[in-house]
């Protein structure tokens, strides 16, 4: 034998009928959408620091990428020891300009001194 389904059309309720929601019902429903509103605005929250924080990194690597700019332009020029090292250069250049520049001593010649005028002890000792 085969089971037939009975014809439940009658049983269904029709939509016009008013369901009645017993209280414990309305609570959970309401608490439903409380947590799905919650959980929305968790998630909103969420993607607002997102985006902020992709933001914040994009300035940083933009930040980073000027500063290495400046810093390329400034060692076209000359390091800091390299600007120190051509100071000393020049000022040791003045002064040996000015070294050169000065009159020249007069040199004494020597004159040999005679051997009783030196404070020397000489004689057979000196062998």
Avoid at 64 to 71: D, P, T, Y
Avoid at 78 to 88: C, D, N, T, V
Wanted: a positive charge; zero cysteines.
């Amino acid at each position: 034998m085969v089971a037939v389904a009975p014809n439940n059309i009658h049983l269904q309720e029709s939509p016009y009928v008013a369901k009645e929601i017993s209280t414990k019902q309305l609570k959970r429903l309401e608490g439903q959408k409380a947590r799905e509103t919650k959980k929305m605005a968790k998630r909103q929250a969420k993607a607002i620091q997102k985006e902020r924080n992709a933001i914040k990194k994009e300035l940083k690597q933009d930040e980073r990428e000027r500063n290495a700019e400046q810093e390329q332009i400034m060692n076209q020029g000359l390091s800091g020891k390299e600007m120190e090292e051509q100071k000393r250069q020049r000022e040791e250049d003045a002064l040996f300009q000015e070294f050169i520049k000065e009159e020249p001593k007069t040199i004494v010649d020597h004159t040999k001194k005679s051997f009783y005028d030196s404070n020397r002890l000489g004689g057979s000792s000196m062998a």
